[in-house]
């Protein structure tokens, strides 16, 4: 059993090589700079109870008042922007070999992460950020992401990999949620707003 102590926990997964269960939280709302950042962290590897940080410390040791202690709570291995609203996340499979649609080399045994964005608007009326998918590089030996976490990047582990949904303006089409791979090897994503489920899989079937 893993006992999780942060926010709003969204996003779980499983890798394919490793066996470890990846889990995420989406944050909190009326944050000042950004801060605390979303993430995603291979939660089965951690002691458990397992802490966060929320509500007293930022998960780089931060604290928000002098009595907090924030020395043993955890670095997770994966951020992204706060307001992303982090919801779905699935390893690419690593063998796929012979199915039509499996995507080529480079992405297999790496992560996808479903984006809901933000309902927080900045001083234009737009909202921080827009609902996309990322995709994630991850080691195939170390089972980590390539790029370690830049606590002054949050955007600087993951691609932009599925994106479309909000135009300059804050007007959105969509709004992403669940993401996962097919039988075929063709990676589907959600759309909570219309409905939808979007099909993406290469142009060349058996890359």
Sequence with gaps: MLTLLGNNRFAFAIDPKSKAVWSGGAGQDSLSGG????YLDPV???PTPSDY???VCEE???AYTQEANCSTIIIPKLVFPAYSTIIGATFYPLKLNGLPYAFPA???GSLFVSMRGSWHVNSSGVPWDAPHVAFVPFGLKTRMPIKSVNWGDPYSQWIEFFTGFQ???GNRIGRC???AVGP???LFVADDTTGNIYRIRPTTANC
Excluded at 35 to 38: I, K, N, R
């Design 35 to 38: 801060h605390p950042y979303e």
């Design 167 to 169: 135009d300059a303006k």
């Design 106 to 108: 480079k992405w297999r």
């Design 177 to 179: 949620t669940g993401v």
């Design 184 to 186: 075929k090897g063709s």
């Design 44 to 46: 089965s590897t951690r």
């Design 60 to 62: 780089n040791h931060v």
């Design 53 to 55: 940080g929320w509500p």
